[in-house]
């Protein structure tokens, strides 16, 4: 049992696990989706003076709010006692592409060059260009991984996979065109 | 705040779960994009594969809700545009910074300040939709 949580979890045991949180969300009377949680929290902090979009009652949505502070405390137990935060085993085609870009470490769930404190402010444009990309693209789509790849591919909802494959078509773009030239 | 606390609670558990199958990993999204492993594919396809079996079974069954109301989500409104525009863009974004919505918060609990932006940056970016939306193609 030990053994089992601090070794990292295959793709068998997290795909199932996926499965049972998004039907308890449903059971619990909320559509599983967490992207959503970007518009609450800027409808609570005063944003629907600015756009209707963000004029309604956000304690209505309470729930998301709730499910995404469990998420940031999910991170904080697992790096501090489940070895969240180890070497990847990436597949080795990836990271002879990685290093051709200019990743230098691999020990880490993230490269530390890039995302820790030494690559901190040579790399804010990364930061703020990504996280702008995936606020205005997952609300320009009504919905992100969480929402469209698992609880609308689940609901075999077209739109869902209409969005999945933009992820795709992005991610590529991302992959190829936009971070070579960010990092 | 009972209806509202088991949410906090799968919240920790979803953490756990997207963090131990290295799914918040930028590296695992790296490999993803490059097709060089299957792991993500696993996670998701199983996850998808289980779902749809599930919503299925509920629907036949007809099960309800903790609330009494069915358990089967309202259809997503039909369009086009404004997903495969959406989409490529979130993609973009989730190429760049190996995280989409759930791992960015999971990561800030990481104690990464970098994620710490990544986040601002991502409401400022819902902020700018919902200000832009009415001159977007939907």
Redesign the interface.
Known sequence: MNDF?MN????????????I???????????FG??S???H??SMAG?GK??D??RYDWKKK???L??????????????KF?D??HY?A??E??KM??IDIGVRD?DH???IG????D??WS??P?????????????????????G?????????????L??????????????YF??PW?I | MM??????????????????????????I?????F?????????????V???I??QI?KKLDLK???G?S??????????K?????????????????????P????????????V???????????????L?KY?PH
């Not at chain 1, 990292?8 to 696990?17: A, F, K, N």
């Not at chain 1, 469209?148 to 869902?160: D, E, F, R, T, Y």
């Not at chain 2, 799968?10 to 990993?25: M, N, P, R, Y």
């Not at chain 2, 932006?117 to 200000?131: D, K, P, Q, R, S």
């Open positions: 949580l990292p979890w295959p793709w068998y045991v997290v795909g199932p696990l996926i499965t949180v998004m039907v308890i969300f449903l059971y619990l009377g909320q559509v967490i992207s949680s970007l518009q929290i800027c944003a600015f756009s979009y963000f309470a729930p998301v709730f499910f995404t502070v469990g998420l940031i405390v999910g991170g904080i137990l697992t790096v489940l969240g935060d990847v990436i597949a085609e990836t592409a990685l691999f769930y993230a490269p890039i995302f820790g404190e690559g901190f790399h804010l990364l930061y703020i260009i990504g996280g702008l990309l995936i606020g205005f693209g997952t609300r320009y789509a009504n919905g992100c991984t969480s469209h790849a698992i609880m609308g591919l689940s609901n075999l909802q077209w739109p869902s209409i969005a999945v494959v933009g992820f795709f078509i992005g991610g590529l773009i991302g992959t936009l971070l960010l | 209806k509202n606390f088991p949410f906090l609670i799968l919240g920790i558990v979803f953490g756990v779960i997207l963090a131990k199958g290295e799914v918040i990993s930028w590296f695992r790296q490999e993803m994009f490059r060089d492993d299957f792991h993500m594919y696993g996670v998701i396809g199983s996850a998808v289980l779902g749809v599930s919503l509920i809700d903790a609330y109301q358990l089967i989500p309202a259809p997503k409104p039909i369009a086009f404004q997903y495969i525009f959406g989409g490529v863009i979130f993609g973009m974004g989730w190429a760049i910074t190996g995280a989409c919505p759930g960015i918060y999971i990561l800030v609990g990481y104690g990464y300040s970098s994620y932006i990544v986040l601002l940056a991502a409401l400022a970016g819902a902020f700018l939709y919902g200000i939306a977007l």
